[in-house]
Structure formats: structure tokens, C-alpha cells
């Protein structure tokens, strides 16, 4: 109860009704009158409790506007990591009919060293039947004909996080393409370190051409394919991007840059020449039957290459496979004639047109994404679905391999051929997927 005032010396006057001897009002009470002793609580106004909480609903959606705002104004000024520029598709992927139908031939087939092989990338074998790859975590290994696994040497430094962490590839090393030379020496372009020379029985390493060495004074950034030709012992590599590592391949592929080269080392001079320039994430490579050309792919753009070696056109470049239904890793040779492509992200149209599809043309929407989602998120927009397309030596498409479920595996970065046994890389996956016959027909 409050009190307002006294109207004279004997009476005064409140605001609380008091069971029907006080008006809210004017009603007033003279000291000889029977003074109550109880007097209820005092109800909160509803008005003011309504207009408080309005008040305060409206402060805090303002805040949280305010800081919303201020979050995009922040991420608006942060630099991006990349600096794309807009680029036009050919068109919509191609469907999947004729030679790109759908069929389940990858999916008979098998798994090795499950745990043991992590991203066996690239292969190559010797004369007695040994074949070598090298893994995610910088190591290189000989699977003998009977399928025993051996641990030849280590790129890099060998620490316990190599493997576990792309952080430490630098240090650790990550070979990617594979050759045996004239001389039975493994021949490896490690993304990281360079192009070596190694002993595939003791495991000593000959540094050829460091990265930092690079070519033209440009150093390597991302070497990755590889091949050697059987006539002059010429090796044959991709540097990928001068500008980004393999261990930043997601903001490369995203940036669309052409920054890649191809290149040869002569290995009787150790002279290295640059073949090709301002090619698209440039990675496997294959010699043909007669080495007249080289076919390449250019991954981020999901392309194929063609360059003369021999003949009126030697020197020159011109695209065979344009519009590609997925982007392209290693390409080889196969044991009938035929190039064998395998394709690390497949490219189709379902609801929507494929997410990198979609941003192409879009240089903000790119810088945006650089800035604020973590590279390991792009994985979730990777299907499992196994994709080896079998061309001719005129590039085109003569026919296709799937898993569609990806039951066997997934994202194939290599196809090689070897007495009978099909091997299929993979960058990441912790096993060797294998197919014990060839089938190109469903």
C-alpha cells in the first residue's frame, strides 16, 4: 500500500482497496476510524511487466542483429586465400548412357592390407613382379607377387603424426607418381620434396631436383604425375600448382587457377624444361604405345590433354576430352592398348548441377567459402561412388567401370595393369582395392 497524501490533519488518502473500507481512488480514512491491519500484496501493473518485456525481446533481437552484422562486416574484410575468377563450363555433365552406362563391374573385386595401406596413390612394378606404391603418410612399399607387404623407406622425416595429419606432409612427404627406370630404381615425384631417385631394395634416396630448385625460377609447389620414357630414359612430371600445396588440393580445385606445368628431366644432364604452362591442376600422365604424345589430365577443369612428343606437331597442346563426367587423377596405359583414366570425383547432375558446377562463375561466393568453411567440410559433397574410364588413342570415350554404391571403393586416383591383377589407387582410403580379372563389358 502507498500512501498519496493528507487531505486535512485527521485523514489521508491511499491507493489499495482494502475489502471495502478503502477506495482505490479518493476514499479517506479518519483516525477514529477503525484502522485495518491486513492489507493484500500489491499486484504488478500488467502494462509496465508487458512493455518491460517488449522492451527487452526488442533489445536483444537488436543485439543479436548487431552482432550478426558485425560478424559479416568482419569476415568481409578478412583476406581470402584464394583469387578465382569467373569461369564458363563447357555445359551440364553428360548422362550416363553409351559408354558412360551405369554397371557394377567395380564391385568385383577385393581389398588388401585393410589398416595397413593408407592412400596408395600411384603404381609401377619390376621385372620379377613386385609392385610399388606410396602412401599418405610418406612411406614407400613393395607388395611381392604372393602379396607380402614391405616397408622400403620414408620420404621425409618418419614421425609418429605422418598420416594423421596433413600438417605434417611437408615433413613427412607424400610420393604421388610412380616409375621404374632402365635402371631398376624407383623414380618418385613427392609433392613436397621433390623428384627422387630411390634403391627399391635398400631404400637410399637420390635427391634429382628439389622443389624449391623448381624450373624457369618458379619452384614446385605440388609435383604429382609421372611417367618415363622407355626410348631416351626422358622422365615426364606435373607441378600441379606453383601457388598451392597438395595438402591445400580443396582451395586449389576451388580457385580454378592455371598454375600448373608439365616438365622433363633429362636424367644424363639433370637439365628440367618446361613443356607446357598455365595448364588446370595438371596431374597423371601416360606415354602412348609409339611415345608420338603424352595424354594428361587437368584435374579442376575435368579435362584431357594431348601433347606431341614426334612428328609435324611435336611441342604443341590440344585438348582430346572436354566436359569430362568427373574430374580425372592418374592416367595409363592398359595391358590391351587402351588408356586407363581414373576419376576421383565423379560429376553428375542429379537435383542440382554439381557443387563446383554451381560456383564457377561466381569469384565472391569462392572467396566467401575460402574464408569460413574448414577445408575437411568439402568431404561431405564427395559421393562413394567408383568411377575408370577406358579411352582410345584418339582420347574418346570407348567405354566405363562403376561402383555405384562404392562397395568395393571410391574416389580412384589410379588403374594399373600388372600381370593379370588390376590395382586401383585411392589418395585416402586405408586400403588396396585390387580386381583379379578384367571385365570392360557389363
Not at 592412400?119 to 621385372?127: C, I, L, R, V, Y
Request: hydrophobic share 40%; charged share 20%.
Amino acid at each position: 500500500m502507498s500512501f498519496l497524501r493528507f487531505h486535512n490533519k485527521s485523514s489521508f488518502c491511499c491507493q489499495t482497496e482494502v475489502k471495502g473500507h478503502l477506495s482505490c481512488q479518493r476514499t479517506c480514512w479518519y483516525l477514529n476510524a477503525p484502522f485495518p491491519t491486513h492489507f493484500p500484496a500489491v499486484k504488478k501493473h500488467q502494462k509496465t511487466s508487458g512493455f518491460r518485456g517488449a522492451f527487452m525481446a526488442s533489445f536483444a533481437r537488436r543485439s543479436l542483429l548487431a552482432a550478426l552484422l558485425a560478424v559479416a562486416v568482419g569476415v568481409y574484410l578478412l583476406p581470402s586465400p584464394i583469387d578465382p575468377k569467373p569461369h564458363s563450363l563447357k555445359g551440364p555433365p553428360p548422362t550416363l548412357e553409351g559408354p558412360l552406362a551405369t554397371n557394377t563391374l567395380l564391385q568385383k573385386g577385393r581389398r588388401l592390407f585393410t589398416g595397413k595401406l593408407h592412400g596408395p596413390e600411384s603404381f609401377t612394378a619390376d621385372e620379377d613382379g613386385n609392385v610399388y606404391t606410396g602412401t599418405v603418410d610418406g612411406k614407400l612399399w613393395r607388395i611381392s607377387p604372393d602379396d607380402n607387404l614391405t616397408f622400403i623407406t620414408q620420404m621425409g622425416q618418419n614421425l609418429p603424426e605422418c598420416g594423421f595429419s596433413t600438417d605434417y606432409e611437408p615433413v613427412c612427404g607424400r610420393p604421388h607418381g610412380l616409375r621404374m627406370d632402365r635402371h631398376n630404381r624407383l623414380i618418385v615425384a613427392d609433392s613436397y620434396l621433390g623428384l627422387f631417385a630411390v634403391d627399391p631394395q635398400t631404400g637410399e634416396k637420390t635427391l634429382l631436383r628439389p622443389n624449391a630448385e623448381g624450373a624457369d625460377g618458379v619452384p614446385f609447389a605440388f609435383l604429382n604425375g609421372l611417367e618415363i620414357s622407355a626410348q631416351t630414359g626422358t622422365i615426364y612430371f606435373t607441378d600441379s600448382s606453383s601457388r598451392w600445396g597438395r595438402r591445400h588440393v580443396k582451395l586449389e580445385v576451388i580457385e580454378l587457377n592455371s598454375l600448373g606445368r608439365l616438365l622433363s628431366y633429362d636424367p644424363r644432364s639433370g637439365a628440367v624444361s618446361v613443356l607446357l604452362d598455365s595448364l588446370y591442376m595438371p596431374n597423371g600422365i601416360a606415354l602412348s604405345p609409339d611415345e608420338d604424345f603424352l595424354l594428361l589430365a587437368e584435374t579442376s577443369i575435368g579435362r584431357i590433354h594431348r601433347f606431341w612428343l614426334k612428328g609435324q606437331k611435336a611441342g604443341t597442346g590440344e585438348v582430346v576430352l572436354d566436359n569430362m563426367i568427373g574430374y580425372p587423377d592418374n592416367i595409363r596405359l592398359s595391358d590391351h592398348g587402351t588408356f586407363l583414366v581414373g576419376i576421383t570425383t565423379p560429376r553428375f547432375r542429379r537435383l542440382t548441377p554439381p557443387f563446383l558446377d554451381a560456383i564457377a562463375p561466381y569469384p565472391a561466393v569462392k572467396r566467401f567459402l575460402a574464408k569460413v568453411v574448414p577445408l575437411s567440410w568439402y568431404n561431405i559433397l564427395l559421393p562413394r561412388y567408383a568411377l575408370v574410364l577406358e579411352l582410345g588413342l584418339d582420347g574418346r570415350i570407348v567405354g566405363s567401370l562403376h561402383d555405384p554404391e562404392g562397395r568395393l571403393t571410391w574416389a580412384i586416383s589410379d588403374v594399373f595393369q600388372h600381370r593379370g591383377r588390376t590395382y586401383l589407387g585411392s589418395t585416402d582410403l586405408p586400403f588396396l582395392a585390387v580386381l583379379e580379372s578384367w571385365e570392360s563389358d557389363p
